[in-house]
């Protein structure tokens, strides 16, 4: 299984980068779940991102069945042996063909704004997407990628079955597939987490993937990314008593701090709103540890999740090794919890001697470090979703225990994964700037 998208894409880089040997190669996802895994070939490969936005033509008494396909800049592809078979008019062809172009430049505008697509014309086209069910789209986007000029077509996803991959080596002149078992049952089934993707995320990845603006550059040639995408990470591995603690660790030139990501649960380094939050606090200065406080087989037993003792001493050892490190030496520490991690981050940040500055819960269970609240001298902020209302009392009754600097902060509407438009955005922000202050107070005293 993949832990995420982002894992998924990881991989099938990895995969890809001892295959794909052209130098002029261009990456395209299909939206939404199709960017995420791209964004992470895209970098293996060293090689440009785009959108493909396509849209099936249905026929209109059977729209699962596609007598075509439309793309952006007119490309129209038709399959007349489905128009012969159907019987299917003009007219009715022409009406299904003006809704969906319609579609498909709603959809172009909303990812890609004002940019221009990447040229195509004489080039290798990776197509990705995050999994092939019926393969339709997939196909209908290989089709469209070679109407646009596409010299050779590479078709590279997860996971699919073996049937539909082979199908789809008739419209793809090649097609790398991780997994391919013989019953899908669904794309999700092969995710850890398969949360939607949402319209920002897409749009802030193409951005962050999109070579800047030069004067008489070729549209797509650029092969260089903007400036702020986020950081390489380094893995590195602690020693936590019995186990070895994987994690990842950026530290951006000149760090004002370290953040470390405190979850309850295995794979949280994988994790896309761990790794999102990480990239607004890269961007901010801030170095960022993220790791996973117990390991996939120990994650099994629910009981490890809520056993905050063996959590918090977990991160108290990977504290330590921070603290080893000579680049760290001077640097402030901060906790950023979810879960029962918030939990976890508070009762280590209680222990005597904690060099804690400051500690964030996101959606987390303070309430679970008990007594121990009390100890904890790390400024403190507490954020929860407006529609988590049990969640909201457990932090207000956790905030009343804190003798520290605290403050509850409510995200209006969001839930307890705050997966709503511009929920996890106002999350990272909220966190960033509190980070950012308490750290350059800790440095002035």
Same mark, same amino acid.
């Given at each position: 299984?993949?832990?995420?998208?982002?894992?998924?894409?990881?991989?099938?880089?990895?995969?890809?980068?001892?295959?794909?040997?052209?130098?002029?190669?261009?990456?395209?996802?299909?939206?939404? +779940?199709?960017?995420?895994?791209?964004?992470?070939?895209?970098?293996?490969?060293?090689?440009?991102?785009?959108?493909?936005?396509?849209?099936?033509?249905?026929?209109?008494?059977?729209?699962?069945?596609?007598?075509?396909?439309?793309?952006?800049? +007119?490309? %129209?592809?038709?399959?007349?042996?489905?128009?012969?078979?159907?019987?299917?008019?003009?007219?009715?062809?022409?009406?299904?063909?003006?809704?969906? %172009?319609?579609?498909?430049?709603?959809?172009?505008?909303?990812?890609?704004? @004002?940019?221009?697509?990447?040229?195509?014309?004489?080039?290798?086209?990776?197509?990705?997407?995050?999994?092939?069910?019926?393969?339709?789209?997939?196909?209908?986007?290989?089709?469209?990628?070679?109407?646009?000029?596409?010299?050779?077509?590479?078709?590279?996803?997860?996971?699919?079955?073996?049937?539909?991959?082979?199908?789809?080596?008739?419209?793809?002149?090649?097609?790398?597939?991780?997994?391919?078992?013989?019953?899908?049952?669904?794309?999700?089934?092969?995710?850890?987490?398969?949360?939607?993707?949402?319209?920002?995320?897409?749009?802030?990845?193409?951005?962050?993937?999109?070579?800047?603006?030069?004067?008489?550059?070729?549209?797509?040639?650029?092969?260089?990314?903007?400036? @702020?995408?986020?950081?390489?990470?380094?893995?590195?591995?602690?020693?936590?008593?019995?186990?070895?603690?994987?994690?990842?660790?950026?530290?951006?030139?000149?760090?004002?701090?370290?953040?470390?990501?405190?979850?309850?649960?295995?794979?949280?380094?994988?994790?896309?709103?761990?790794?999102?939050?990480?990239?607004?606090?890269? %961007?901010?200065? $801030?170095?960022?540890?993220?790791?996973?406080?117990?390991?996939?087989?120990?994650?099994?037993? %629910?009981?490890?999740?809520?056993?905050?003792?063996?959590?918090?001493?977990?991160?108290?050892?990977?504290?330590?090794? $921070?603290?080893?490190?000579?680049?760290?030496?001077?640097?402030?520490?901060?906790?950023?919890?979810?879960?029962?991690?918030?939990?976890?981050?508070?009762?280590?940040?209680?222990?005597? +001697?904690?060099?804690?500055?400051?500690?964030?819960?996101?959606?987390?269970?303070?309430?679970?470090?008990?007594?121990?609240?009390?100890?904890?001298?790390?400024?403190?902020?507490?954020?929860?979703?407006?529609?988590?209302?049990?969640?909201?009392? $457990?932090?207000?009754?956790?905030?009343?225990?804190?003798?520290?600097?605290?403050?509850?902060? /409510? /995200?209006?509407?969001?839930?307890?994964?705050?997966?709503?438009?511009?929920?996890?955005?106002?999350?990272?922000?909220?966190?960033?700037?509190?980070?950012?202050?308490?750290?350059?107070?800790?440095?002035?005293?």
């Amino acid at each position: 299984m993949f832990v995420d998208r982002h894992d998924a894409g990881v991989r099938l880089g990895q995969r890809l980068a001892g295959l794909v040997t052209d130098e002029d190669v261009v990456v395209l996802g299909l939206p939404k +779940g199709g960017v995420p895994v791209g964004f992470e070939v895209a970098r293996a490969l060293g090689a440009p991102l785009d959108v493909i936005v396509v849209r099936k033509l249905g026929v209109p008494f059977q729209p699962e069945l596609g007598f075509g396909a439309v793309g952006e800049g +007119g490309v %129209r592809v038709i399959n007349a042996d489905v128009v012969r078979l159907v019987d299917v008019t003009r007219e009715e062809m022409s009406e299904v063909e003006e809704r969906e %172009r319609a579609e498909v430049l709603r959809r172009v505008r909303r990812f890609r704004g @004002d940019r221009a697509p990447v040229a195509l014309a004489g080039r290798t086209v990776v197509v990705v997407d995050d999994g092939i069910a019926t393969g339709s789209t997939a196909r209908a986007a290989c089709q469209v990628a070679r109407a646009r000029g596409a010299a050779r077509v590479i078709l590279a996803v997860p996971v699919g079955t073996p049937d539909t991959i082979a199908s789809l080596r008739e419209d793809a002149d090649e097609v790398i597939c991780l997994e391919t078992p013989t019953v899908l049952w669904g794309i999700g089934t092969w995710y850890v987490d398969f949360i939607q993707t949402a319209d920002e995320r897409v749009v802030e990845l193409l951005q962050w993937a999109a070579p800047p603006a030069a004067e008489g550059a070729v549209p797509g040639k650029e092969r260089t990314v903007k400036s @702020d995408p986020p950081e390489p990470a380094d893995e590195v591995t602690v020693d936590a008593g019995p186990v070895r603690l994987p994690g990842q660790l950026v530290v951006p030139e000149k760090a004002d701090g370290i953040v470390v990501f405190v979850h309850g649960s295995g794979s949280s380094r994988y994790s896309p709103r761990n790794r999102y939050v990480a990239s607004v606090f890269n %961007r901010a200065g $801030l170095g960022t540890l993220l790791f996973d406080l117990l390991t996939v087989e120990e994650e099994y037993d %629910r009981g490890n999740v809520f056993d905050i003792e063996l959590l918090a001493g977990r991160l108290a050892q990977v504290t330590n090794w $921070l603290s080893d490190q000579p680049w760290a030496a001077g640097l402030p520490v901060g906790y950023f919890g979810a879960s029962t991690g918030a939990a976890a981050a508070l009762w280590a940040a209680a222990e005597r +001697g904690s060099r804690v500055a400051a500690v964030v819960s996101r959606g987390g269970r303070p309430d679970l470090a008990g007594a121990r609240l009390a100890a904890v001298r790390a400024a403190t902020l507490l954020i929860v979703g407006g529609c988590d209302e049990l969640v909201i009392e $457990l932090n207000q009754a956790a905030q009343e225990w804190l003798t520290c600097e605290s403050r509850l902060e /409510i /995200i209006p509407d969001a839930t307890h994964l705050f997966e709503e438009p511009g929920a996890l955005e106002a999350v990272a922000d909220l966190a960033r700037n509190w980070f950012t202050d308490h750290f350059s107070r800790t440095r002035v005293g």
